[in-house]
Nanobody
Framework: VQLVESGGGSVLAGGTLTLSCAAS?????MAWFRQEPGKERERVSV???????AYADFVKGRFTIFKDNSKNTLYLEMRNLKPDDTALYYC????????????????WGQGTQVTVSS
């Protein structure tokens, strides 16, 4: 599975960005992670088995994850962005039931940078 992210950029606080992740091949689950320099990668949102979605507390109510199955593409709409949202955002995916169930992902994109300024 190959994943290609796009949609990152620079925006003022309060703005909106939508990230895209195009997948080649079958995926049973997909997710967005992010990582700031010097910090550990953190999970942002998951579109999991049976399209059940989950969000990290720090993005609930602001971010929406959704998938267009016809395009095999995952999206992350990010609203009311804050400077703390500045990070490299990664798309992840997997096709194995057990890994998806445990939110584990073997396939990763190259990342897309999101920068939010105040």
């Amino acid at each position: 599975v190959q994943l290609v992210e796009s949609g990152g950029g620079s925006v003022l606080a309060g703005g909106t960005l939508t990230l895209s992740c195009a997948a080649s091949g079958y995926t049973a689950c997909m997710a967005w992670f992010r990582q700031e320099p010097g910090k550990e990668r953190e999970r942002v949102s998951v579109n999991g088995l049976d399209n059940i979605v989950a969000y990290a507390d720090f993005v609930k109510g602001r971010f929406t994850i959704f998938k267009d199955n016809s395009k095999n593409t995952l999206y992350l709409e990010m609203r009311n962005l804050k400077p703390d949202d500045t990070a490299l955002y990664y798309c992840a995916a997997d096709y194995a039931f057990l890994r998806c169930r445990d939110y584990e992902f073997d396939f990763w994109g190259q990342g897309t940078q999101v920068t939010v300024s105040s």
